[in-house]
């Protein structure tokens, strides 16, 4: 079967560094995919990785290992507006996304 | 604004009556799909469309079903909803169906069947 894990909550302190594992297993690979959502609100994109690797965008950093079937999100210099959940995702043979539940985020001053 | 629109925000059904929500993108985009997002899982795939004129079943079809008579609207339907309907359903499309193109999400329904 097709599976996606992520814990499914964490803290962290703002201003500090935070990492977000996904572990997947799915019938074929073509890409993983991060998103963050507000409470209440839609799914937005953050990243996308096909290559083994990291990705760095700003304070948001993401690795993959094919191998392995792990990928995690790095999240720097935290700030308040980071309380969200995460949403991983790995693209199968088909091209659909299978989704995690998510990772809900809380940030402490 | 470019985007994706989903009406209505909220509705509260009786269970048994039928349904229609609406997505409707601006953005040209070939792919459609509908997702629902319930609390504890993660979003699970109803149905799609790669393309207008075309579309598919996800992992959850049973109770749904879809139309894409154009490329900017892809309605879903609850012929004669139940309580397990119950959810928050959201509208996604991207610019081709696979590959590295990113999923833009509407808002969402909030929609409670009683």
């Known amino acids: 079967g097709q599976n996606i894990d992520q814990p499914t909550e964490m803290t962290a302190t703002e201003g500090a560094i935070v990492q977000i594992n996904c572990t997947y297993q799915?019938?074929?690979?073509?890409?993983l995919f991060w998103y963050q959502q507000h409470a209440g609100e839609a799914p937005t994109f953050l990243s996308y990785?096909?290559l083994d690797g990291l990705e760095e965008k700003g304070r948001f950093s993401s690795f993959l290992s094919r191998s392995k079937g792990y990928s995690y999100l790095l999240l720097k210099e935290l700030q308040m507006k980071d309380s969200a959940s995460y949403l991983c995702?790995?693209?199968?043979?088909?091209?659909?996304?299978?989704w995690g539940a998510g990772t809900k985020l809380i940030i402490k001053p | 604004i470019a985007g994706i629109t989903q009406a209505p925000t909220s509705q509260i059904l009786a269970a048994g009556r039928r349904m229609t929500l609406r997505c409707t993108q601006d953005?040209?985009?070939?792919?459609m799909y509908w997702y629902r997002q319930d609390l504890g899982l993660g979003l699970r795939l109803i149905h799609y469309?790669?393309?207008?004129?075309?579309?598919g079943k996800g992992e959850v079809p049973d109770g749904y079903s879809v139309s894409r008579a154009n490329t900017d609207d892809f309605p879903l339907t609850l012929a004669s909803a139940v309580p397990s309907q119950t959810s928050v359903y959201f509208c996604?499309?991207?610019?081709?169906?696979?590959?590295?193109?990113?999923?833009?999400f509407g808002p969402g329904t909030r929609l409670t069947v009683l």
């Open positions: 996604a499309s991207s610019r081709t169906s696979g590959g590295t193109d990113t999923q833009y």
């Open positions: 953005m040209r985009h070939n792919a």
């Open positions: 469309s790669n393309t207008a004129g075309t579309t």
């Open positions: 799915t019938s074929g690979f073509n890409g």
């Open positions: 990785n096909v």
């Open positions: 995702a790995a693209e199968d043979s088909n091209y659909q996304l299978i």
